[in-house]
T-cell receptor, first 113, second 118 residues
Framework: EAQVTQNPRYLITVTGKKLTVTCSQN?????MSWYRQDPGLGLRQIYY???????DKGDVPEGYKVSRKEKRNFPLILESPSPNQTSLYFC????????????FGPGTRLLVL | AQKVTQAQTEISVVEKEDVTLDCVYE???????LFWYKQPPSGELVFLIR??????QNEISGRYSWNFQKSTSSFNFTITASQVVDSAVYFC???????????????FGTGTLLAVQP
């Protein structure tokens, strides 16, 4: 089954404790993205990647890091989480090209205390 | 600037009513793509439809239909004979096509919460 998976689905952590949210897709898509969803703001892009070892900032990259060492994986790293990073995070993937539909993972709900 | 506006924050209807969700977008690009996604209470984002800026044909898929009007920069979504299972947050999104889609960013509206009462 074609899908985007994320782990963990739920996470409670404390300020400053490094964490990684994993994302994997099995569709051989070139492009992958991370978004965060906050009430009243919709979804905003954090980072995206156009292929292995190629990443770039989205609209809200502060406090986040990403890497793309393999085509299928695109982890999101919070080196020192803060309460304002409490949010619902989505990973997405799509084939290259402007028209392609982005398919989303199930989401990761993060609470930073 | 690119922007998507979903002015309806919440809509409540009774089952079997028809309901239209509004989406207005802003872009200076001549080529762009519009999307609708559904987010049910379980939280995942489900792709519903993609429309490119050159195709102004309306689309119907079962009880769902979409009305794209470039003249008013709108891409409205209608559910006919709504059902309780349609209860969800619905997002409209815009994607630019620039340099082969290199930006790869979906610009989302703030979403419309649809509650269908039995």
């Amino acid at each position: 089954e074609a899908q985007v998976t994320q782990n963990p689905r739920y996470l409670i952590t404390v300020t400053g404790k490094k964490l990684t949210v994993t994302c994997s897709q099995n569709m051989n898509h070139e492009y992958m993205s991370w978004y965060r969803q906050d009430p009243g703001l919709g979804l905003r892009q954090i980072y995206y990647s156009m292929n292995v070892e190629v990443t770039d900032k989205g609209d809200v990259p502060e406090g986040y890091k990403v890497s793309r060492k393999e085509k299928r994986n695109f982890p999101l790293i919070l080196e020192s989480p803060s309460p304002n990073q409490t949010s619902l995070y989505f990973c997405a993937s799509n084939r290259g090209g402007g028209s392609e539909t982005q398919y989303f993972g199930p989401g990761t709900r993060l609470l930073v205390l | 600037a690119q922007k998507v506006t979903q002015a309806q924050t919440e809509i409540s209807v009774v089952e079997k009513e028809d309901v239209t969700l509004d989406c207005v977008y802003e872009t200076r690009d001549t080529t762009y793509y519009l999307f609708w996604y559904k987010q049910p209470p379980s939280g995942e984002l489900v792709f519903l439809i993609r429309r490119n800026s050159f195709d102004e044909q309306n689309e119907i898929s079962g009880r769902y239909s979409w009305n794209f009007q470039k003249s008013t920069s709108s891409f409205n979504f209608t559910i006919t004979a709504s059902q309780v299972v349609d209860s969800a947050v619905y997002f409209c999104a815009l994607r630019r096509t620039l340099y082969g889609g290199a930006t790869n960013k979906l610009i989302f509206g703030t979403g419309t919460l649809l509650a269908v009462q039995p």
